[in-house]
């Protein structure tokens, strides 16, 4: 059965000062930079058939110590990259809340026809991702196995679309946590959702 393993990028400093990143292209921190290799070490026994990425920078960071170890090219992803927030985009929570108050208020409730302000509509985010994990299936056999590295939301409109719209909120992905589905005859299962065990001391 087709294995689609699922990362989400290490820490960034907008990680941590709770900023909106979306298409800001920022950098791993040094923590971040460490997780990137705590993940490619625990992943070190897959064989993977490709390694896709999102374009931005702090996904690619991500994925080459998993090239290095894997001894392939990445793949970038539009598919695979972060939501576009528009004008809350490397803002902090609070100002956001501040200046756009009923948006935000739809952001916290998992409303997934908000459109951020200049920016994409959630929905929109979700087909995208979603035509990113059916090609997956056009793309590749039974026995592949495909590492994809992306962001915290479209790992949690990816969970929208196939469990339903209420476990947005419901999901929380760490930095370089690790989560896979497999595609059976009939349908995608989740066989590990945001594990982090291998990242103890890093988060």
């Known amino acids: 059965m087709l294995k689609v393993f ?37 992943l070190s026994n897959l064989r993977p058939a490709a390694l896709l990425s999102s374009p931005l920078k702090r996904c690619l960071q991500t994925a080459q110590p998993l090239a290095d170890r894997f001894g392939l090219t990445i793949e970038p992803s539009e598919g695979l990259n972060d939501v576009n927030f528009g004008e809350w985009s490397g803002l902090r929570r609070d100002e956001v809340k501040r200046r756009w108050s009923s948006e935000f208020a739809r952001w916290r409730n998992g409303d997934l026809s908000l459109r951020f302000p200049g920016g994409e509509s959630l929905n929109d985010a979700k087909e995208r991702i979603a035509s990113l994990i059916r090609s997956l299936e056009q793309r590749f056999g039974e026995d592949d196995v495909v590492v994809c590295v992306t962001h915290q939301v479209p790992l949690k409109l990816m969970v929208c679309w196939l469990l339903g719209e209420a476990a947005f909120w419901r999901v929380h992905f760490e930095p370089a ?19 982090a065990f291998h990242l103890e001391g890093l988060l």
């Open 177 to 195: 946590s690790i989560t896979v589905l497999r595609r059976t005859s009939r349908l995608w299962q989740v066989v590990t959702l945001g594990s």
């Open 6 to 42: 699922l990362i989400r990028h290490g820490e960034t400093e907008w990680n941590v000062e709770g900023r909106f990143r979306g298409r800001c292209d920022i950098s791993l921190s040094r923590r971040g930079l460490e997780q990137a290799q705590r993940t490619a070490e625990a």
